[in-house]
């Protein structure tokens, strides 16, 4: 192993630790855009789970606000995966205020989160699920040491 891959193994490790969270399955925005464009177009999008929830707006997330959140409602209309892919793709390159202040900019290696405004809840997509009319959004929790 050469410096620079030691360099770049010890950055690592240092965003481990500020994040104590290590190895997630958790997927990036670009990751969750590429699945979904994957699947119908016209299908509707919700978050996997015991009841039917639906995917809200984009921000910067409570927990780590270089992260992006996407909020969840229990009455909200699902949104096509056509328009959630779009409100995805509108969060690349744009720059959110964090919870407590600061601008962090998104971009296609942001990890996701599902959360609503001053939450952290550890849950992020994992991957999806389709149904001949929707696409659901397998969600996982996220062990933080």
């Known amino acids: 192993m050469n ?26 925005l670009g990751q969750l855009i590429d699945l979904l464009k994957k699947v119908r177009q016209d299908a509707w999008v919700y978050i996997d789970g015991p009841v039917r929830l639906t995917p809200g707006e984009v921000r910067s997330y409570r927990g780590y606000y270089c992260d992006l959140a996407i909020g969840v409602n229990l009455d909200g209309l699902a949104p096509s995966v056509c328009n959630f892919i779009q409100t995805l793709e509108q969060a690349i390159g744009t720059s959110f205020e964090g919870y407590k202040g600061g601008i ?3 971009d296609r290696q942001t990890r ?3 959360s609503n405004y001053g ?5 992020g997509p994992t991957g999806i699920r389709t149904e001949p009319d929707s696409a659901h959004v ?4 996220a062990e933080v040491e």
């Open 3 to 28: 410096s620079i891959e030691r360099s770049i193994l010890a950055l690592q490790a240092c965003i481990e630790e500020l994040h104590g969270v290590k190895e997630l399955p958790i997927l990036n």
């Open 112 to 114: 996701l989160w599902f």
């Open 138 to 141: 397998i969600v996982t929790y």
């Open 119 to 123: 939450e952290s809840y550890r849950y």
């Open 104 to 106: 962090y900019l998104m």
